[in-house]
């Protein structure tokens, strides 16, 4: 029976340069080849596409290949929906929850910086008028963040921010302008930072 295939996370270090030369899905840093995205690790020869026996001279080439079922993962340039934990001053916390219109399997944390909430005047941007705790959001990763796979997220373009909101009357608000939302019920305004939806990212 073949061992079972490894499996590799996103940054994992698979091996030295001097022992394999690094092939798609991997990138190299300080002598040695790491994994650059979610999937399982595979080892060819670069002529005969065969497992390499040891005694060959020519390194083998380590890849990742992605699995179908396996985790997407956000990445630079990506739309992503998330859904608002947590604000303050300075940024908005979230939860990612797809990649487009695909759902993530487990969530990943993202941060909304001040200065990433829209393109034009950022000095008189607030954090509390542009999204609330629960709200849903379309952003752009900008970055993939920190250790603790924190992605820095914009909402800096026209067809991105809130695009599903709850009044304190628990009803989901209509957008009555690109800074503001309104309760169907009460008719209460809110400040946010609507989003213009383009069809494609509606989730049904």
């Not at 990433?116 to 629960?134: C, L, M, N, Q, W």
């Not at 849903?136 to 900008?142: D, H, Q, R």
Request: hydrophobic letters at 35%; aromatic letters at 6%; proline letters at 6%.
């Amino acid at each position: 029976m073949a061992p079972p295939a490894r499996y590799c996370v996103p940054g994992e270090r698979l091996c030295s340069t001097e022992e394999a030369t690094a092939g798609s899905g991997t990138y190299t840093r300080h002598g040695f080849i790491f994994s650059s995205l979610a999937g399982c690790l595979e080892k060819r020869s670069e002529d005969s596409g065969l497992t390499l026996p040891s005694a060959a001279p020519q390194l083998p080439v380590v890849s990742v290949v992605r699995d179908a079922e396996s985790q997407l993962l956000p990445d630079v340039g990506a739309v992503v929906t998330c859904k608002v934990c947590s604000i303050n001053s300075r940024f908005a916390k979230v939860h990612i929850l797809y990649v487009g219109s695909t759902p993530l399997k487990s969530t990943f944390r993202g941060t909304i910086r001040r200065e990433d909430i829209r393109a034009t005047e950022k000095d008189k941007v607030e954090v509390y008028k542009s999204f609330r705790p629960g709200d849903i959001v379309l952003a752009k990763v900008i970055s993939l963040g920190d250790a603790q796979s924190n992605y820095l997220l914009s909402t800096a373009e026209n067809e991105l921010g809130v695009v599903v909101a709850r009044s304190e009357a628990g009803v989901q608000m209509v957008p009555i302008s690109w800074c503001e939302m309104q309760c169907p019920r009460t008719h209460t305004k809110d400040f946010r930072k609507v989003a213009r939806v383009q069809p494609q990212f509606l989730q049904t």
